[in-house]
């Protein structure tokens, strides 16, 4: 199974790392930007900026990654929580990292970081999103 962006736009731009995030195999890679920095979204993350396009490993900090901003590009991420239904298509749901694999909570939808527009209703191994546009960015002013 391939996870990351499937098609869509890819326009993208390289980010510094912040310390310690640990990019697994078969996981997602959103981020968001803090001081900075970009950061890998987990449960609780408010904001969302983009999707890492890296391999499994766990960059320096500092380090540059090509990060895809397109609110156009749609992902595929493995389901953490919750099942999959097509009548989910067009509704939110939340970010989450069980075993360091970061992926869909279906079955939350409190930060509502992604748009679900289709998944896996055979066997609930992914769900394709698009980052929701109200969240992204920092929500911060550059003189914040």
């Not at 962006?5 to 912040?18: D, F, N, T």
């Not at 993350?45 to 380090?63: Q, Y």
Request: aromatic content about 8%; overall charge negative; some cysteine.
């Amino acid at each position: 199974m391939k996870y990351g962006w499937l098609h869509g736009g890819k326009v993208s731009v390289p980010v510094a790392m912040a310390a310690t995030q640990a990019i697994a195999a078969q996981s997602g890679r959103f981020v968001f930007m803090n001081a900075g920095a970009a950061t890998l979204n987990v449960d609780g993350s408010a904001s969302i900026f983009g999707f890492l396009e890296a391999h499994a490993h766990t960059p320096a900090t500092g380090a540059e990654l090509n990060c895809i901003i397109d609110l156009t590009a749609v992902f595929r991420i493995p389901v953490n929580a919750g099942t999959y239904a097509v009548g989910m298509i067009g509704d939110y749901c939340d970010i989450s990292v069980a075993n360091g694999i970061q992926g869909a909570q279906l079955n939350a939808s409190t930060e509502n970081t992604l748009i679900i527009v289709g998944g896996d209703a055979v066997d609930n191994k992914y769900v394709d999103v698009m980052m929701n546009p109200a969240l992204w960015g920092t929500a911060l002013g550059a003189d914040a």
